[in-house]
């Protein structure tokens, strides 16, 4: 079982719409949480983290952890075509840790 | 905006022959990392650098895989002999400090195919 786990999609919606996409993970020792964006043949673009539980919006985006549940979730408002990328999240136990990032899900959004 | 420069982006090979990658971090950024990033698959990473020092190369195949980052600066990754199940993406990413893991920056990445 590998510690982060995320459904690979592709996941296809209208301009518009509320997309949700999730991960879970297994490693109750991890504390950061990270949302990547990468666009086709190009590096990852870290979108945000959070630290330990909670939400966190920035703009037309909002990362919520649950550990209880070791859920982690990305929400994004107001979908446009450009959001259209592979969303990687990602999580370490410390700041001093490295990343285990999950497989990635693809994400089309559709005028 | 500074960003993380590398080189080549694309490098097809045969297979037993050496290939080398580049990469220029952002100025100042003292941790350096290398992924390798399957097609579908999340980046894994290969091997950290604190300055010229590596911190973290256990998922590091080292009997083809060198790595190095002789001037604290700029950092090459060695595959000698490429092997079919090298083909990849090999992601360069950087961060102001080790303690700073959560907040890494990316190269664009080499694409590697090995025939």
């Known amino acids: 079982q590998k510690e982060v786990e995320q459904d690979p999609g592709p996941l296809s919606v209208p301009e518009g719409a509320i997309v949700s996409l999730n991960c879970t993970y297994s490693?109750?020792?991890?504390?950061?949480f990270m949302w990547y964006r990468q666009y086709s043949r190009k590096g990852p673009e870290l979108l945000m983290y959070t630290y330990s539980s909670g939400n966190k919006e920035d703009g037309r985006f909002t990362a919520q952890v649950d550990k209880s549940s070791k859920y982690i979730s990305l929400f994004i408002r107001d979908s446009q075509p450009s959001d259209s990328a592979t969303y990687l999240c990602?999580?370490?136990?410390?700041?001093?840790?490295?990343?285990?990032f999950g497989a990635g899900t693809r994400l089309a959004v559709h005028p | 905006e500074a960003e993380v420069a590398q080189s080549p982006r694309y490098k097809i090979t045969e297979k037993s022959q050496a290939v080398a990658f580049w990469c220029d971090p952002i100025?100042?950024?003292?941790?350096l990392y290398w992924y390798r990033q399957i097609l579908g698959q999340g980046p894994e990473l290969l091997v950290q650098f604190q300055d010229e020092s590596v911190v973290d190369d256990s998922q590091l195949p080292k009997d083809r895989f060198s790595a190095e980052r002789l001037k604290g600066v700029d950092s090459t990754l060695k595959i000698q002999p490429a092997e079919l199940g090298d083909s990849a993406m090999y992601l360069c990413?950087?961060?102001?400090?080790?303690?700073?893991?959560?907040?890494?920056?990316f190269g664009p990445g080499t694409r590697l195919l090995v025939l």
């Open positions: 990602a999580a370490a136990s410390g700041g001093y840790n490295k990343l285990i």
């Open positions: 490693n109750s020792a991890f504390q950061y």
């Open positions: 100025s100042g950024h003292a941790t």
């Open positions: 990413a950087s961060s102001p400090s080790s303690a700073a893991q959560v907040t890494q920056y």
